[in-house]
Protein backbone atom coordinates (compact mmCIF):
# COMPACT_ATOMS: atom_id res chain seq x y z
CA UNK A 1 0.00 0.00 0.00
CA UNK A 2 2.75 2.61 1.19
CA UNK A 3 4.34 4.49 -1.53
CA UNK A 4 6.88 6.55 0.00
CA UNK A 5 9.67 8.69 -1.40
CA UNK A 6 11.17 9.39 1.81
CA UNK A 7 12.65 6.99 4.36
CA UNK A 8 12.15 9.44 6.90
CA UNK A 9 8.16 9.51 5.66
CA UNK A 10 7.90 5.64 5.81
CA UNK A 11 9.82 5.39 9.77
CA UNK A 12 7.08 7.44 10.77
CA UNK A 13 4.58 6.25 9.70
CA UNK A 14 6.05 3.00 10.98
CA UNK A 15 6.12 4.50 14.44
CA UNK A 16 3.12 5.84 14.26
CA UNK A 17 1.47 2.21 13.28
CA UNK A 18 3.65 0.75 16.47
CA UNK A 19 2.93 3.41 19.29
CA UNK A 20 1.01 2.08 22.01
CA UNK A 21 2.52 -1.20 22.24
CA UNK A 22 5.08 0.09 24.89
CA UNK A 23 5.17 2.44 26.86
CA UNK A 24 5.60 5.75 25.63
CA UNK A 25 8.89 6.58 27.81
CA UNK A 26 10.15 3.71 25.69
CA UNK A 27 9.47 5.69 22.44
CA UNK A 28 11.73 8.42 20.96
CA UNK A 29 9.77 11.99 20.30
CA UNK A 30 9.18 11.74 16.52
CA UNK A 31 9.16 15.86 15.09
CA UNK A 32 6.92 16.16 12.55
CA UNK A 33 6.73 19.80 12.27
CA UNK A 34 10.06 19.78 10.25
CA UNK A 35 8.57 18.04 7.39
CA UNK A 36 8.14 20.16 4.24
CA UNK A 37 4.74 20.92 2.50
CA UNK A 38 5.49 18.48 0.33
CA UNK A 39 6.56 15.65 2.26
CA UNK A 40 3.67 16.49 5.03
CA UNK A 41 1.09 16.52 2.48
CA UNK A 42 2.34 12.91 1.44
CA UNK A 43 2.78 11.49 5.19
CA UNK A 44 -1.21 13.02 5.55
CA UNK A 45 -2.30 11.11 2.55
CA UNK A 46 -0.66 8.00 3.72
CA UNK A 47 -1.86 8.23 7.47
CA UNK A 48 -5.15 8.17 5.83
CA UNK A 49 -4.97 5.57 3.57
CA UNK A 50 -3.52 3.28 5.85
CA UNK A 51 -6.02 4.42 8.58
CA UNK A 52 -3.53 5.17 11.07
CA UNK A 53 -4.76 8.43 11.69
CA UNK A 54 -6.46 7.50 15.09
CA UNK A 55 -2.85 6.10 16.47
CA UNK A 56 -1.34 9.65 14.99
CA UNK A 57 -3.68 11.29 17.35
CA UNK A 58 -3.33 9.04 20.02
CA UNK A 59 0.46 10.08 19.90
CA UNK A 60 -0.02 13.24 19.71
CA UNK A 61 -2.20 13.54 22.06
CA UNK A 62 0.43 11.58 24.36
CA UNK A 63 3.70 13.76 23.52
CA UNK A 64 5.45 11.11 21.20
CA UNK A 65 4.45 13.04 18.13
CA UNK A 66 5.29 16.86 18.22
CA UNK A 67 3.59 18.71 15.24
CA UNK A 68 3.04 22.11 14.36
CA UNK A 69 -1.01 23.71 14.96
CA UNK A 70 -1.94 23.05 11.47
CA UNK A 71 -0.98 19.23 11.30
CA UNK A 72 -2.21 19.04 14.99
CA UNK A 73 -5.91 20.69 13.43
CA UNK A 74 -5.63 18.42 10.61
CA UNK A 75 -5.04 14.98 12.70
CA UNK A 76 -7.78 16.19 14.91
CA UNK A 77 -10.24 16.62 11.90
CA UNK A 78 -9.67 13.39 10.50
CA UNK A 79 -10.04 11.74 13.73
CA UNK A 80 -13.15 13.18 14.15
CA UNK A 81 -14.02 11.88 11.00
CA UNK A 82 -13.14 8.64 11.18
CA UNK A 83 -14.73 8.36 14.30
CA UNK A 84 -18.05 9.62 12.47
CA UNK A 85 -17.89 7.10 9.55
CA UNK A 86 -17.50 4.24 12.30
CA UNK A 87 -20.60 5.59 13.61
CA UNK A 88 -22.84 5.67 11.02
CA UNK A 89 -20.70 1.77 9.78
CA UNK A 90 -22.13 0.94 13.22
CA UNK A 91 -25.68 1.93 12.56
CA UNK A 92 -25.67 -0.02 9.44
CA UNK A 93 -24.23 -2.81 11.19
CA UNK A 94 -27.52 -2.96 14.04
CA UNK A 95 -29.68 -2.60 10.73
CA UNK A 96 -28.08 -5.15 9.08
CA UNK A 97 -27.43 -7.77 11.62
CA UNK A 98 -30.85 -7.65 13.73
CA UNK A 99 -32.56 -8.42 9.85
CA UNK A 100 -30.25 -11.41 9.74
CA UNK A 101 -30.78 -12.58 13.37
CA UNK A 102 -34.59 -12.29 12.98
CA UNK A 103 -34.02 -14.38 9.93
CA UNK A 104 -32.78 -16.71 12.11
CA UNK A 105 -29.27 -16.39 10.49
CA UNK A 106 -26.68 -17.37 13.00
CA UNK A 107 -24.28 -14.37 12.05
CA UNK A 108 -20.86 -13.16 13.31
CA UNK A 109 -19.21 -9.68 13.00
CA UNK A 110 -15.63 -9.27 11.56
CA UNK A 111 -13.49 -7.17 11.92
CA UNK A 112 -14.54 -3.54 12.34
CA UNK A 113 -16.46 -2.89 15.70
CA UNK A 114 -15.29 -5.80 17.17
CA UNK A 115 -11.42 -5.55 16.95
CA UNK A 116 -11.84 -2.10 18.06
CA UNK A 117 -14.42 -2.92 20.91
CA UNK A 118 -12.73 -6.19 21.86
CA UNK A 119 -8.84 -5.79 21.02
CA UNK A 120 -7.99 -2.33 21.23
CA UNK A 121 -7.45 -0.36 24.78
CA UNK A 122 -9.82 2.15 23.19
CA UNK A 123 -12.51 1.84 20.29
CA UNK A 124 -11.22 4.95 19.02
CA UNK A 125 -7.86 3.91 18.07
CA UNK A 126 -9.18 1.57 15.09
CA UNK A 127 -10.32 3.10 11.96
CA UNK A 128 -12.38 0.74 9.87
CA UNK A 129 -14.13 1.62 6.15
CA UNK A 130 -16.80 -0.89 5.88
CA UNK A 131 -18.66 -3.74 7.41
CA UNK A 132 -17.99 -7.28 7.57
CA UNK A 133 -20.14 -10.06 8.31
CA UNK A 134 -19.83 -13.48 8.46
CA UNK A 135 -22.60 -16.09 7.60
CA UNK A 136 -22.55 -20.43 7.85
CA UNK A 137 -22.38 -21.41 3.83
CA UNK A 138 -25.76 -22.46 4.05
CA UNK A 139 -26.80 -18.89 5.45
CA UNK A 140 -25.24 -17.23 2.61
CA UNK A 141 -28.01 -17.28 -0.05
CA UNK A 142 -30.25 -16.09 2.29
CA UNK A 143 -28.42 -13.49 3.84
CA UNK A 144 -27.61 -12.01 0.78
CA UNK A 145 -31.10 -12.02 0.11
CA UNK A 146 -32.03 -9.73 3.11
CA UNK A 147 -28.83 -7.22 1.72
CA UNK A 148 -30.67 -7.01 -2.22
CA UNK A 149 -33.90 -6.54 -0.61
CA UNK A 150 -33.01 -3.67 1.70
CA UNK A 151 -31.17 -1.75 -1.57
CA UNK A 152 -27.43 -3.09 -1.70
CA UNK A 153 -26.06 -3.94 -4.74
CA UNK A 154 -23.39 -6.85 -5.50
CA UNK A 155 -20.66 -6.12 -6.53
CA UNK A 156 -19.55 -8.92 -9.09
CA UNK A 157 -22.21 -11.85 -9.60
CA UNK A 158 -22.31 -15.16 -8.47
CA UNK A 159 -19.50 -17.62 -10.41
CA UNK A 160 -22.19 -20.21 -10.96
CA UNK A 161 -25.27 -20.70 -8.60
CA UNK A 162 -24.45 -22.48 -5.70
CA UNK A 163 -20.58 -21.57 -5.93
CA UNK A 164 -20.79 -19.00 -2.62
CA UNK A 165 -21.60 -21.27 -0.51
CA UNK A 166 -19.97 -24.03 -1.71
CA UNK A 167 -16.86 -22.52 -2.52
CA UNK A 168 -16.56 -18.87 -2.35
CA UNK A 169 -14.64 -16.18 0.16
CA UNK A 170 -17.49 -14.05 0.11
CA UNK A 171 -19.07 -10.95 -1.55
CA UNK A 172 -19.43 -7.06 -1.51
CA UNK A 173 -22.82 -5.36 -1.61
CA UNK A 174 -23.03 -1.34 -1.74
CA UNK A 175 -25.24 0.55 -0.59
CA UNK A 176 -26.49 4.02 -2.65
CA UNK A 177 -25.44 5.67 0.10
CA UNK A 178 -22.08 4.42 -0.13
CA UNK A 179 -21.34 2.18 2.53
CA UNK A 180 -20.11 -1.24 1.86
CA UNK A 181 -20.99 -4.33 3.45
CA UNK A 182 -18.57 -7.27 2.84
CA UNK A 183 -20.81 -11.13 3.22
CA UNK A 184 -18.39 -13.57 4.13
CA UNK A 185 -18.61 -17.37 3.72
CA UNK A 186 -14.46 -17.74 4.56
CA UNK A 187 -11.72 -15.58 5.89
CA UNK A 188 -9.86 -15.69 2.65
CA UNK A 189 -10.03 -16.06 -0.99
CA UNK A 190 -8.36 -19.34 -2.73
CA UNK A 191 -6.69 -22.14 -1.12
CA UNK A 192 -5.99 -20.56 2.45
CA UNK A 193 -9.74 -19.88 2.22
CA UNK A 194 -10.86 -23.70 1.11
CA UNK A 195 -8.96 -25.29 4.13
CA UNK A 196 -10.31 -23.19 6.99
CA UNK A 197 -12.45 -25.49 9.49
CA UNK A 198 -15.91 -22.70 8.89
CA UNK A 199 -17.99 -24.86 11.36
CA UNK A 200 -15.55 -24.55 14.09
CA UNK A 201 -15.68 -19.86 13.45
CA UNK A 202 -19.34 -20.50 14.74
CA UNK A 203 -18.30 -22.71 17.92
CA UNK A 204 -16.84 -20.61 19.92
CA UNK A 205 -18.86 -17.06 20.90
CA UNK A 206 -17.50 -13.88 22.02
CA UNK A 207 -20.20 -10.80 22.55
CA UNK A 208 -19.46 -7.08 22.49
CA UNK A 209 -22.23 -4.61 23.09
CA UNK A 210 -23.28 -1.48 20.40
CA UNK A 211 -25.66 0.52 22.45
CA UNK A 212 -28.44 -1.61 23.95
CA UNK A 213 -27.73 -4.67 21.60
CA UNK A 214 -25.29 -7.53 22.21
CA UNK A 215 -23.62 -8.29 18.83
CA UNK A 216 -21.35 -12.16 18.72
CA UNK A 217 -18.15 -12.39 16.86
CA UNK A 218 -15.70 -15.25 16.48
CA UNK A 219 -13.28 -15.79 19.44
CA UNK A 220 -10.32 -14.34 20.22
CA UNK A 221 -8.16 -17.04 19.28
CA UNK A 222 -9.92 -17.11 15.71
CA UNK A 223 -9.53 -13.27 15.46
CA UNK A 224 -6.22 -13.06 15.75
CA UNK A 225 -5.57 -15.68 13.03
CA UNK A 226 -8.38 -13.93 10.74
CA UNK A 227 -6.48 -10.57 11.05
CA UNK A 228 -3.02 -12.84 10.52
CA UNK A 229 -5.07 -14.11 7.08
CA UNK A 230 -6.17 -10.23 6.50
CA UNK A 231 -2.52 -9.26 6.52
CA UNK A 232 -0.63 -11.96 5.13
CA UNK A 233 -2.63 -12.56 2.10
CA UNK A 234 -4.78 -9.40 1.69
CA UNK A 235 -2.52 -7.18 -0.26
CA UNK A 236 1.44 -7.70 -1.38
CA UNK A 237 1.99 -5.39 0.81
CA UNK A 238 -0.51 -5.09 3.63
CA UNK A 239 -1.74 -2.12 5.33
CA UNK A 240 0.26 -0.88 8.37
CA UNK A 241 -3.32 -1.17 10.06
CA UNK A 242 -3.56 -4.92 9.67
CA UNK A 243 -0.09 -5.43 11.17
CA UNK A 244 -1.16 -3.56 13.75
CA UNK A 245 -4.16 -5.61 14.36
CA UNK A 246 -1.71 -8.65 14.18
CA UNK A 247 1.06 -7.00 16.88
CA UNK A 248 -2.35 -5.87 19.12
CA UNK A 249 -3.56 -9.02 19.71
CA UNK A 250 -0.21 -10.73 20.20
CA UNK A 251 0.99 -8.22 22.46
CA UNK A 252 -1.43 -6.93 24.55
CA UNK A 253 -4.57 -9.51 24.29
CA UNK A 254 -2.03 -12.12 25.00
CA UNK A 255 -3.64 -14.04 22.62
CA UNK A 256 -2.89 -18.13 23.15
CA UNK A 257 -0.36 -18.58 20.61
CA UNK A 258 0.39 -22.21 20.61
CA UNK A 259 -3.50 -22.94 20.65
CA UNK A 260 -3.52 -20.44 17.24
CA UNK A 261 -0.52 -22.50 15.70
CA UNK A 262 -2.45 -25.45 16.24
CA UNK A 263 -5.44 -24.73 14.84
CA UNK A 264 -3.65 -22.95 11.79
CA UNK A 265 -1.85 -26.44 11.51
CA UNK A 266 -5.08 -28.19 11.43
CA UNK A 267 -6.10 -25.62 8.70
CA UNK A 268 -3.02 -26.18 6.55
CA UNK A 269 -1.91 -22.39 6.76
CA UNK A 270 0.73 -22.39 9.48
CA UNK A 271 3.00 -20.30 7.06
CA UNK A 272 0.19 -17.59 6.87
CA UNK A 273 0.71 -16.83 10.48
CA UNK A 274 4.68 -16.76 9.92
CA UNK A 275 4.05 -14.30 7.44
CA UNK A 276 1.75 -12.18 9.08
CA UNK A 277 4.04 -11.87 12.37
CA UNK A 278 7.12 -11.59 10.68
CA UNK A 279 6.05 -8.60 8.52
CA UNK A 280 4.24 -6.97 11.51
CA UNK A 281 7.86 -7.42 13.67
CA UNK A 282 9.53 -6.03 11.01
CA UNK A 283 7.72 -3.29 9.73
CA UNK A 284 6.57 -2.05 13.33
CA UNK A 285 10.10 -2.71 14.49
CA UNK A 286 8.95 -4.40 17.40
CA UNK A 287 11.62 -6.24 20.18
CA UNK A 288 11.89 -10.43 19.36
CA UNK A 289 9.87 -12.74 21.34
CA UNK A 290 8.80 -16.21 21.39
CA UNK A 291 6.23 -15.70 18.23
CA UNK A 292 8.77 -13.75 16.29
CA UNK A 293 11.30 -16.20 16.63
CA UNK A 294 9.25 -18.97 15.43
CA UNK A 295 8.08 -16.75 12.68
CA UNK A 296 11.08 -16.30 11.17
CA UNK A 297 12.26 -19.88 11.66
CA UNK A 298 9.30 -21.79 10.51
CA UNK A 299 9.68 -23.83 7.29
CA UNK A 300 6.69 -24.03 5.16
CA UNK A 301 5.84 -27.36 3.54
CA UNK A 302 5.38 -27.41 -0.28
CA UNK A 303 1.74 -27.18 -0.61
CA UNK A 304 1.81 -24.02 1.79
CA UNK A 305 4.72 -22.36 -0.89
CA UNK A 306 2.61 -22.96 -3.67
CA UNK A 307 -0.70 -21.83 -2.04
CA UNK A 308 1.18 -18.36 -0.93
CA UNK A 309 2.91 -17.91 -4.28
CA UNK A 310 -0.86 -17.62 -5.06
CA UNK A 311 -1.59 -14.36 -2.93
CA UNK A 312 2.35 -12.67 -3.21
CA UNK A 313 3.58 -12.98 -6.65
CA UNK A 314 3.79 -10.76 -9.21
CA UNK A 315 1.25 -12.17 -11.13
CA UNK A 316 -1.29 -12.30 -8.10
CA UNK A 317 -4.82 -11.98 -8.60
CA UNK A 318 -8.05 -12.85 -8.19
CA UNK A 319 -7.89 -15.63 -11.24
CA UNK A 320 -4.25 -16.99 -9.77
CA UNK A 321 -6.19 -17.09 -5.97
CA UNK A 322 -8.93 -19.15 -7.39
CA UNK A 323 -7.38 -20.93 -9.78
CA UNK A 324 -4.65 -22.54 -6.87
CA UNK A 325 -7.69 -23.23 -4.68
CA UNK A 326 -8.15 -26.51 -7.13
CA UNK A 327 -5.67 -28.30 -4.90
CA UNK A 328 -7.63 -27.55 -1.63
CA UNK A 329 -10.72 -28.52 -3.02
CA UNK A 330 -11.41 -31.81 -1.42
CA UNK A 331 -12.03 -35.00 -3.65
CA UNK A 332 -12.25 -35.71 -7.52
CA UNK A 333 -16.22 -34.12 -7.73
CA UNK A 334 -15.47 -31.42 -6.05
CA UNK A 335 -12.24 -30.49 -7.81
CA UNK A 336 -14.04 -31.28 -11.06
CA UNK A 337 -17.30 -29.05 -10.05
CA UNK A 338 -15.12 -26.15 -8.86
CA UNK A 339 -12.98 -26.36 -11.82
CA UNK A 340 -16.43 -26.16 -14.15
CA UNK A 341 -17.88 -22.98 -12.37
CA UNK A 342 -14.28 -21.34 -12.81
CA UNK A 343 -14.21 -22.09 -16.35
CA UNK A 344 -18.11 -21.68 -17.41
CA UNK A 345 -19.43 -18.94 -15.22
CA UNK A 346 -23.09 -17.56 -16.00
CA UNK A 347 -23.12 -14.74 -17.79
CA UNK A 348 -23.78 -12.35 -15.22
CA UNK A 349 -20.54 -12.82 -13.55
CA UNK A 350 -18.82 -12.30 -17.40
CA UNK A 351 -20.30 -9.51 -17.82
CA UNK A 352 -18.79 -7.92 -14.57
CA UNK A 353 -15.35 -9.58 -15.30
CA UNK A 354 -14.42 -10.65 -19.20
CA UNK A 355 -15.74 -9.73 -22.25
CA UNK A 356 -16.86 -12.91 -23.41
CA UNK A 357 -16.40 -16.96 -22.18
CA UNK A 358 -13.87 -17.59 -24.41
CA UNK A 359 -11.75 -14.98 -23.00
CA UNK A 360 -12.85 -15.86 -19.49
CA UNK A 361 -11.97 -19.63 -20.31
CA UNK A 362 -8.25 -18.56 -21.08
CA UNK A 363 -7.73 -15.90 -18.12
CA UNK A 364 -8.60 -19.19 -16.02
CA UNK A 365 -6.50 -21.89 -18.39
CA UNK A 366 -3.83 -19.79 -18.10
CA UNK A 367 -3.96 -18.99 -14.33
CA UNK A 368 -4.62 -23.07 -13.62
CA UNK A 369 -1.45 -23.28 -15.92
CA UNK A 370 0.78 -21.12 -13.85
CA UNK A 371 -0.85 -22.63 -10.65
CA UNK A 372 0.64 -25.87 -12.00
CA UNK A 373 3.32 -25.03 -13.21
CA UNK A 374 4.51 -23.67 -9.52
CA UNK A 375 3.73 -26.61 -7.99
Not at 23 to 48: C, K, P
Not at 60 to 78: C, F, H, K, N
Not at 85 to 98: D, G, N
Not at 189 to 198: Q, W
Request: net charge negative.
Amino acid sequence: MTSLGSPDQFSNLNFVAGVGLREISEYEIRDLEGMSEVEWTQFHRELLLERLVPLAAYALDRGALTASEIQRTQVTQDHSRSMSLALVLERRLLEVYSEMTFAGIDVRVLKGSAVARLDYPDPSWRAFGDVDLLVPADSFAAASEILTAAGARRRFAEVSKGFDSRFGKGACFTYADGLQVDLHRSIAEGPFGLTVDLSSLFNDVEEFEIGELNLRTISRQHRFLHACFHAALGDVSPRLVALRDVAEMLLIKKVNFSDAVVTARAWRAEVVIARAIALAWQRLDLPPNDASAWADTYSPSGYEERALRAYTSENRSYATQVAAGVTAVPGITGKLAYMRALLLPSRQHISGRDSSYWARFRRGAAALHQSRSSQ
